[in-house]
């Protein structure tokens, strides 16, 4: 049985079908399964990280361990399930973390990150650790804009990236969980090509088949944006703060998906289509 946490997120909702699809039985856990929307084929089950005595790990042999990463409440939260994972005999611990961590950023994100990652290390059971990049989902929230405004706002300096689909992220993770000769593996992972936020845009007008602007916005109105999106404060700070740490780092791509999956990665182009369908 393997256990994923983060089930409704933008990782989990793409990794629960995918495992199942795969025949790996999976335990779907939510604060509240009444309201999530998880595959029907999954167990869905109630459980909270900051009470690891409420999580259901009997007869869990493997764990995804997905947490938000913005401050230190997650590394308690990712030490306290590895130990308890451990105690409950679980044999493989599969983290998602950030390329942040690769880079050496110290950001609280990247730093809550590689804190939980030494905690899931020195646990017990064998462990792999999956370092995505930016996500292309985080895009979503231009759609917005886009459709009614007919522009994209984008904090200026917003570097080119190598930005991933979240499916290739759940491709690799059902990999690593559901085969054996990735314990003890780190994988940075990226999409296959580093675009402009510009380049971008225009991927996303293609798409939605008509033209949309590209408008580079102060950091101030950005952070207004995104906090009127509903974003929590500490989220923005982080996010920003990350972002000015990984600029120069961004356009950088690692093969580990074709390697891994033995194809392309996912494109933007796809990602945007699939968007706005």
Aim: no cysteine; proline share 6%.
């Amino acid at each position: 049985m393997i256990l994923v946490l983060g089930a409704t997120g933008k990782v989990g909702r793409a990794l629960v079908p995918a495992l199942l699809d795969a025949g790996a039985p999976v335990r779907a856990l939510t604060r509240d399964p009444a309201r999530a929307v998880v595959d029907p084929r999954a167990e869905v089950v109630r459980g909270d990280l900051d009470h690891v005595e409420s999580l259901p790990l009997a007869g869990v042999d493997r764990v995804f361990v997905l947490t938000s990463g913005h401050g230190g409440d997650t590394v308690a939260q990712e030490t306290a399930l590895a130990q308890a994972a451990a105690r409950a005999g679980v044999s493989r611990l599969v983290k998602l973390s950030t390329t942040g961590v690769h880079f050496g950023q110290t950001d609280p994100i990247s730093l809550a990150h590689a804190r939980a990652e030494q905690a899931i290390r020195e646990a017990g059971p064998a462990w792999t650790i999956l370092r995505p990049g930016a996500f292309m989902a985080n895009r979503r929230f231009w759609l917005q804009s886009a459709r009614t405004d007919g522009a994209v706002y984008v904090p200026e300096g917003d570097p080119a990236s190598a930005l991933i689909h979240v499916r290739d992220i759940a491709a690799v993770a059902t990999l690593v969980l559901t085969t054996p000769g990735h314990e003890g593996a780190t994988y940075e992972l990226t999409g296959g090509e580093a675009l402009t936020p510009e380049q971008q845009v225009k991927i996303l007008g293609e798409a939605l088949g008509r033209p949309v602007r590209y408008v580079e916005e102060p950091e101030p109105a950005a952070r207004a944006r995104l906090l009127a999106l509903g974003w929590p404060a500490r989220a923005v700070d982080g996010a920003f703060e990350l972002k000015r740490q990984s600029a120069g780092r961004e356009h950088v791509v690692f093969d580990t998906v074709a390697r891994l999956l033995g194809r392309e990665p996912l494109t933007f182009a796809d990602w945007a289509r699939e968007a706005v369908g």
